[in-house]
């Protein structure tokens, strides 16, 4: 029995966490600068082999895109134009929080 709750949170967990990484994807795609729209079109969520853990990434250096790096935190020609960090900030609180309600209607 304990075993199945154990699955049963992790599961609930792991769909809030992918559902937060989807709220932080979105806002990086809204907030990426963009010149060619190549660096958004690479904005995307990552799945990984460990439960409870996604991964939300720019860049494709298969796509010729493995620029996501300088333009976040800026290089001694350009200015940085942060939007994954920020990001993340902006959406962080909200996860969070969704996380917690959903505690306290699990253990309610």
Do not use: H
């Amino acid at each position: 029995m304990f075993d199945e709750a154990q699955r049963n949170l992790i599961d609930i967990l792991d769909a809030l966490i992918d559902s937060g990484a989807k709220l932080i994807e979105d806002t990086a795609i809204t907030l990426v600068p963009v010149r060619t729209s190549l660096l958004k079109s690479t904005i995307r969520t990552l799945t990984t082999d460990k439960p409870m853990e996604r991964i939300v990434r720019a860049g494709d250096p298969a796509q010729g895109c493995d620029y996501a790096p300088f333009v976040e935190y800026g290089t001694y020609r350009a200015r940085a134009q942060p939007f994954m960090r920020p990001a993340a900030e902006a959406r962080g609180p909200e996860v969070a929080e969704m996380i917690r309600q959903a505690m306290i209607e699990l253990f309610s």
